[in-house]
Protein backbone atom coordinates (compact mmCIF):
# COMPACT_ATOMS: atom_id res chain seq x y z
CA UNK A 1 0.00 0.00 0.00
CA UNK A 2 1.25 3.60 -0.33
CA UNK A 3 1.69 5.82 2.70
CA UNK A 4 0.28 8.70 3.23
CA UNK A 5 3.26 10.57 2.34
CA UNK A 6 2.75 13.94 0.73
CA UNK A 7 2.58 14.09 -2.93
CA UNK A 8 5.10 15.72 -4.94
CA UNK A 9 4.57 18.95 -5.92
CA UNK A 10 6.57 20.78 -8.74
CA UNK A 11 6.21 24.91 -8.45
CA UNK A 12 5.30 26.43 -12.09
CA UNK A 13 5.08 29.43 -13.48
CA UNK A 14 1.24 29.60 -12.77
CA UNK A 15 0.11 26.16 -11.06
CA UNK A 16 1.04 23.37 -9.04
CA UNK A 17 0.83 20.31 -10.43
CA UNK A 18 0.22 17.96 -7.80
CA UNK A 19 1.30 14.43 -8.51
CA UNK A 20 -1.37 12.97 -6.41
CA UNK A 21 -2.43 9.58 -7.34
CA UNK A 22 -5.70 7.59 -6.73
CA UNK A 23 -4.29 6.87 -2.72
CA UNK A 24 -1.80 9.45 -1.72
CA UNK A 25 0.99 7.51 -2.95
CA UNK A 26 4.07 8.40 -2.05
CA UNK A 27 6.86 9.91 -4.34
CA UNK A 28 9.11 6.21 -4.08
CA UNK A 29 5.57 4.64 -5.01
CA UNK A 30 5.07 6.41 -7.67
CA UNK A 31 8.51 6.00 -9.08
CA UNK A 32 8.88 2.44 -7.97
CA UNK A 33 5.93 1.71 -10.25
CA UNK A 34 7.21 4.01 -13.69
CA UNK A 35 10.43 1.53 -13.13
CA UNK A 36 8.17 -1.34 -13.25
CA UNK A 37 6.69 -0.39 -16.44
CA UNK A 38 10.57 0.48 -17.88
CA UNK A 39 11.63 -3.33 -16.66
CA UNK A 40 8.46 -4.97 -18.26
CA UNK A 41 9.50 -3.70 -21.52
CA UNK A 42 12.44 -5.89 -21.51
CA UNK A 43 10.81 -8.99 -22.87
CA UNK A 44 8.94 -7.05 -25.61
CA UNK A 45 9.64 -8.10 -28.76
CA UNK A 46 12.70 -6.12 -30.42
CA UNK A 47 12.30 -4.50 -33.90
CA UNK A 48 13.71 -6.36 -36.88
CA UNK A 49 16.21 -5.56 -38.78
CA UNK A 50 16.04 -3.04 -41.52
CA UNK A 51 16.55 -4.88 -44.24
CA UNK A 52 13.34 -4.39 -46.88
CA UNK A 53 14.01 -8.64 -47.50
CA UNK A 54 10.74 -10.33 -47.26
CA UNK A 55 9.93 -12.62 -44.17
CA UNK A 56 10.41 -16.57 -44.97
CA UNK A 57 7.27 -17.68 -46.15
CA UNK A 58 5.43 -19.85 -43.64
CA UNK A 59 3.96 -22.54 -44.63
CA UNK A 60 0.26 -22.15 -42.94
CA UNK A 61 -1.17 -18.49 -43.93
CA UNK A 62 -3.48 -19.03 -40.86
CA UNK A 63 -0.10 -19.51 -38.46
CA UNK A 64 0.14 -15.88 -39.05
CA UNK A 65 -1.35 -13.15 -36.76
CA UNK A 66 -2.75 -9.87 -37.80
CA UNK A 67 0.64 -8.01 -37.08
CA UNK A 68 2.43 -10.52 -38.92
CA UNK A 69 -0.16 -10.07 -41.65
CA UNK A 70 0.83 -5.92 -41.83
CA UNK A 71 4.48 -6.00 -41.71
CA UNK A 72 4.52 -8.30 -43.96
CA UNK A 73 2.37 -6.39 -46.53
CA UNK A 74 4.29 -3.07 -45.29
CA UNK A 75 7.68 -5.23 -46.33
CA UNK A 76 5.79 -5.73 -50.11
CA UNK A 77 5.56 -2.31 -50.44
CA UNK A 78 7.59 -1.25 -53.38
CA UNK A 79 6.46 2.21 -53.90
CA UNK A 80 7.96 5.54 -52.60
CA UNK A 81 7.37 7.03 -50.34
CA UNK A 82 6.93 4.64 -47.96
CA UNK A 83 7.36 5.33 -43.56
CA UNK A 84 10.50 3.70 -42.17
CA UNK A 85 10.25 0.53 -40.66
CA UNK A 86 11.04 2.86 -37.67
CA UNK A 87 8.01 4.52 -37.46
CA UNK A 88 6.03 1.30 -38.14
CA UNK A 89 7.33 -0.11 -34.88
CA UNK A 90 6.75 2.67 -33.17
CA UNK A 91 2.88 2.60 -34.31
CA UNK A 92 2.30 -0.88 -33.46
CA UNK A 93 3.60 -0.40 -29.80
CA UNK A 94 1.77 2.27 -29.34
CA UNK A 95 -1.23 1.11 -30.66
CA UNK A 96 -1.03 -2.40 -28.37
CA UNK A 97 -0.36 -0.44 -25.32
CA UNK A 98 -3.33 1.65 -26.18
CA UNK A 99 -5.25 -0.81 -27.21
CA UNK A 100 -4.75 -3.05 -23.75
CA UNK A 101 -6.30 0.09 -21.82
CA UNK A 102 -8.88 1.56 -23.66
CA UNK A 103 -12.06 0.04 -25.14
CA UNK A 104 -13.29 0.12 -28.80
CA UNK A 105 -14.48 3.13 -30.20
CA UNK A 106 -16.82 4.65 -32.79
CA UNK A 107 -13.87 6.99 -33.61
CA UNK A 108 -10.37 7.31 -33.15
CA UNK A 109 -8.79 11.49 -33.97
CA UNK A 110 -5.03 10.69 -34.40
CA UNK A 111 -3.41 14.57 -34.22
CA UNK A 112 0.12 15.07 -35.84
CA UNK A 113 -0.38 11.53 -37.57
CA UNK A 114 2.16 11.71 -40.27
CA UNK A 115 1.86 8.88 -42.57
CA UNK A 116 -1.46 8.21 -40.58
CA UNK A 117 -0.66 4.20 -40.18
CA UNK A 118 -1.99 4.79 -35.89
CA UNK A 119 -5.33 5.17 -37.01
CA UNK A 120 -5.14 2.68 -40.02
CA UNK A 121 -4.13 0.33 -37.22
CA UNK A 122 -6.79 1.02 -34.84
CA UNK A 123 -8.84 0.45 -37.74
CA UNK A 124 -7.46 -2.87 -38.81
CA UNK A 125 -7.46 -4.32 -34.99
CA UNK A 126 -10.97 -2.88 -34.87
CA UNK A 127 -10.45 -0.87 -32.33
CA UNK A 128 -12.38 1.75 -33.81
CA UNK A 129 -15.01 2.14 -36.52
CA UNK A 130 -13.36 5.32 -37.81
CA UNK A 131 -10.37 7.04 -38.09
CA UNK A 132 -9.58 10.68 -38.70
CA UNK A 133 -6.06 11.71 -39.22
CA UNK A 134 -5.04 15.66 -38.18
CA UNK A 135 -1.57 17.34 -39.97
CA UNK A 136 -1.15 20.22 -41.40
CA UNK A 137 -0.70 18.56 -44.89
CA UNK A 138 -1.58 15.16 -46.26
CA UNK A 139 1.27 13.07 -46.85
CA UNK A 140 1.73 10.63 -49.88
CA UNK A 141 2.90 7.96 -47.89
CA UNK A 142 -0.65 8.20 -46.25
CA UNK A 143 -2.24 6.59 -49.74
CA UNK A 144 0.88 4.42 -49.96
CA UNK A 145 0.14 2.80 -47.06
CA UNK A 146 -4.07 2.53 -47.23
CA UNK A 147 -3.18 0.46 -50.39
CA UNK A 148 -0.82 -1.66 -48.93
CA UNK A 149 -3.25 -2.45 -45.81
CA UNK A 150 -6.53 -2.67 -47.96
CA UNK A 151 -7.46 -5.88 -47.23
CA UNK A 152 -7.35 -5.39 -43.69
CA UNK A 153 -8.83 -2.33 -43.17
CA UNK A 154 -12.86 -1.88 -43.70
CA UNK A 155 -13.79 -0.90 -47.39
CA UNK A 156 -16.43 1.59 -47.16
CA UNK A 157 -14.51 4.85 -47.76
CA UNK A 158 -15.99 6.62 -44.90
CA UNK A 159 -13.74 4.59 -42.32
CA UNK A 160 -10.73 6.73 -42.88
CA UNK A 161 -10.72 10.43 -43.49
CA UNK A 162 -7.55 13.11 -43.31
CA UNK A 163 -8.21 17.19 -41.85
CA UNK A 164 -5.46 19.13 -42.95
CA UNK A 165 -5.09 22.26 -41.11
CA UNK A 166 -3.57 23.78 -37.47
CA UNK A 167 -4.30 21.23 -34.59
CA UNK A 168 -5.45 23.86 -32.39
CA UNK A 169 -8.51 24.17 -34.73
CA UNK A 170 -9.04 21.02 -35.95
CA UNK A 171 -9.37 19.10 -32.76
CA UNK A 172 -12.02 21.32 -30.89
CA UNK A 173 -14.35 21.81 -34.39
CA UNK A 174 -13.90 17.96 -35.07
CA UNK A 175 -14.95 16.85 -31.07
CA UNK A 176 -17.37 19.30 -30.87
CA UNK A 177 -19.19 17.86 -33.85
CA UNK A 178 -19.19 14.24 -32.02
CA UNK A 179 -22.43 13.79 -30.26
CA UNK A 180 -21.22 10.95 -27.70
CA UNK A 181 -18.15 11.76 -26.60
CA UNK A 182 -17.41 8.17 -24.10
CA UNK A 183 -17.35 6.62 -27.43
CA UNK A 184 -13.83 8.61 -28.93
CA UNK A 185 -10.49 8.20 -28.43
CA UNK A 186 -7.89 10.95 -29.58
CA UNK A 187 -3.90 9.73 -29.64
CA UNK A 188 -0.75 11.77 -30.22
CA UNK A 189 2.67 9.52 -30.82
CA UNK A 190 5.45 11.62 -31.03
CA UNK A 191 3.57 15.32 -31.75
CA UNK A 192 6.06 17.95 -30.17
CA UNK A 193 5.95 18.58 -26.29
CA UNK A 194 3.57 21.75 -27.17
CA UNK A 195 1.54 19.79 -29.13
CA UNK A 196 1.43 17.25 -26.98
CA UNK A 197 -0.08 19.32 -24.18
CA UNK A 198 -2.33 20.84 -26.63
CA UNK A 199 -3.87 17.35 -27.35
CA UNK A 200 -4.28 16.59 -23.73
CA UNK A 201 -5.99 19.51 -22.77
CA UNK A 202 -8.35 19.92 -25.53
CA UNK A 203 -8.93 16.05 -24.92
CA UNK A 204 -10.06 17.28 -20.97
CA UNK A 205 -12.20 19.80 -22.23
CA UNK A 206 -14.18 17.44 -24.28
CA UNK A 207 -14.23 14.62 -21.74
CA UNK A 208 -12.64 11.86 -23.94
CA UNK A 209 -9.96 9.09 -23.62
CA UNK A 210 -6.68 10.46 -24.62
CA UNK A 211 -3.15 8.75 -25.45
CA UNK A 212 -0.23 10.44 -26.03
CA UNK A 213 3.42 9.34 -26.38
CA UNK A 214 5.52 12.69 -25.79
CA UNK A 215 8.77 13.91 -27.26
CA UNK A 216 10.85 16.75 -27.92
CA UNK A 217 10.26 17.78 -23.85
CA UNK A 218 12.36 20.86 -24.05
CA UNK A 219 10.50 22.41 -26.32
CA UNK A 220 7.22 23.94 -25.47
CA UNK A 221 7.23 24.88 -21.93
CA UNK A 222 8.95 28.37 -21.16
CA UNK A 223 12.30 28.86 -19.59
CA UNK A 224 10.52 29.25 -15.87
CA UNK A 225 8.70 26.12 -16.04
CA UNK A 226 11.64 24.21 -17.55
CA UNK A 227 14.01 25.22 -15.45
CA UNK A 228 11.57 24.30 -12.35
CA UNK A 229 10.62 20.78 -13.84
CA UNK A 230 14.40 20.45 -14.39
CA UNK A 231 15.04 21.00 -11.12
CA UNK A 232 12.89 18.76 -9.49
CA UNK A 233 14.01 16.40 -11.72
CA UNK A 234 17.71 16.52 -10.77
CA UNK A 235 17.02 16.48 -7.03
CA UNK A 236 14.95 13.48 -7.23
CA UNK A 237 17.28 11.79 -9.70
CA UNK A 238 14.61 11.71 -12.59
CA UNK A 239 15.35 11.96 -16.38
CA UNK A 240 13.47 15.06 -17.86
CA UNK A 241 11.53 13.35 -19.56
CA UNK A 242 9.92 11.58 -16.69
CA UNK A 243 9.67 14.45 -14.56
CA UNK A 244 8.12 16.26 -17.63
CA UNK A 245 5.68 13.50 -18.03
CA UNK A 246 4.48 13.20 -14.29
CA UNK A 247 3.28 16.50 -14.44
CA UNK A 248 1.66 15.54 -17.43
CA UNK A 249 0.00 12.87 -15.35
CA UNK A 250 -0.64 14.88 -12.72
CA UNK A 251 -2.54 17.60 -14.46
CA UNK A 252 -4.76 14.75 -15.96
CA UNK A 253 -5.34 13.33 -12.80
CA UNK A 254 -6.11 16.86 -11.30
CA UNK A 255 -9.19 17.39 -14.21
CA UNK A 256 -10.40 13.77 -13.17
CA UNK A 257 -9.12 11.28 -14.97
CA UNK A 258 -7.40 7.79 -14.62
CA UNK A 259 -3.77 7.80 -16.00
CA UNK A 260 -2.25 4.97 -17.11
CA UNK A 261 1.49 4.72 -17.46
CA UNK A 262 3.14 2.05 -20.21
CA UNK A 263 6.38 2.01 -22.15
CA UNK A 264 7.57 0.71 -25.58
CA UNK A 265 11.26 -0.92 -25.61
CA UNK A 266 13.86 1.77 -25.86
CA UNK A 267 14.95 -0.49 -28.90
CA UNK A 268 12.07 0.79 -30.84
CA UNK A 269 12.30 4.62 -29.75
CA UNK A 270 13.87 6.59 -26.85
CA UNK A 271 10.76 8.75 -26.41
CA UNK A 272 9.15 5.56 -25.08
CA UNK A 273 7.06 7.04 -21.85
CA UNK A 274 3.24 6.33 -23.36
CA UNK A 275 0.20 7.58 -21.07
CA UNK A 276 -3.26 6.39 -21.02
CA UNK A 277 -5.62 8.79 -19.81
CA UNK A 278 -9.12 7.62 -19.06
CA UNK A 279 -12.37 10.00 -18.76
CA UNK A 280 -14.48 7.53 -17.10
CA UNK A 281 -14.24 9.21 -13.92
CA UNK A 282 -14.48 12.75 -15.41
CA UNK A 283 -17.67 11.45 -16.94
CA UNK A 284 -19.16 10.08 -14.45
CA UNK A 285 -18.95 6.48 -16.26
CA UNK A 286 -19.14 3.62 -14.27
CA UNK A 287 -19.38 -0.01 -15.36
CA UNK A 288 -16.86 0.28 -17.98
CA UNK A 289 -13.97 -2.24 -16.36
CA UNK A 290 -12.00 -0.41 -19.09
CA UNK A 291 -12.63 2.91 -16.51
CA UNK A 292 -12.00 1.02 -13.83
CA UNK A 293 -9.76 2.88 -10.98
CA UNK A 294 -6.76 1.20 -10.06
CA UNK A 295 -3.93 1.10 -6.72
CA UNK A 296 -1.11 2.84 -8.17
CA UNK A 297 0.96 1.52 -6.08
CA UNK A 298 3.63 -1.46 -7.30
CA UNK A 299 1.79 -4.18 -6.21
CA UNK A 300 -1.41 -2.61 -7.31
CA UNK A 301 -0.13 -2.17 -10.69
CA UNK A 302 1.26 -5.54 -10.64
CA UNK A 303 -2.19 -7.41 -10.31
CA UNK A 304 -3.61 -4.63 -13.30
CA UNK A 305 -0.72 -6.26 -15.00
CA UNK A 306 -1.11 -9.58 -14.63
CA UNK A 307 -4.83 -9.20 -15.02
CA UNK A 308 -3.99 -7.92 -18.91
CA UNK A 309 -2.04 -10.71 -19.35
CA UNK A 310 -4.40 -13.55 -17.95
CA UNK A 311 -6.90 -11.75 -20.51
Given at each position: MCSSAAPLQLQLKSAVAHLKLAHQCSLDAVLAMVQEAYDETEEDREPE??????????SEEESLTL????????????VRPRP??????????????????????????????????????????RRAQRAVVIDKKARESTNVMLDAWRDFLPSS???????????RDMLPTLLESEKDKGRICVVACHACA????????????????????PCCHRD???????????SAARQNDLPLSVAMDLV??????????DVRWRTVPKSITPMNNVLV???????????DPSHKPRRDSPSGYRRERQQEVDD
Amino acid sequence: MCSSAAPLQLQLKSAVAHLKLAHQCSLDAVLAMVQEAYDETEEDREPEDDSDELEEEQSEEESLTLTSKLQRAYKAVRVRPRPNRKELYESLAFVSRVSALISPKDLVVDCCSGHGMIGMLFLAFRRAQRAVVIDKKARESTNVMLDAWRDFLPSSDDTFSVLEGDLRDMLPTLLESEKDKGRICVVACHACAHLTDRVLETSCAYGVDVAVCPCCHRDGASDQDRGNIASAARQNDLPLSVAMDLVRMGRMQASHYDVRWRTVPKSITPMNNVLVCLAGARRGIDGDPSHKPRRDSPSGYRRERQQEVDD
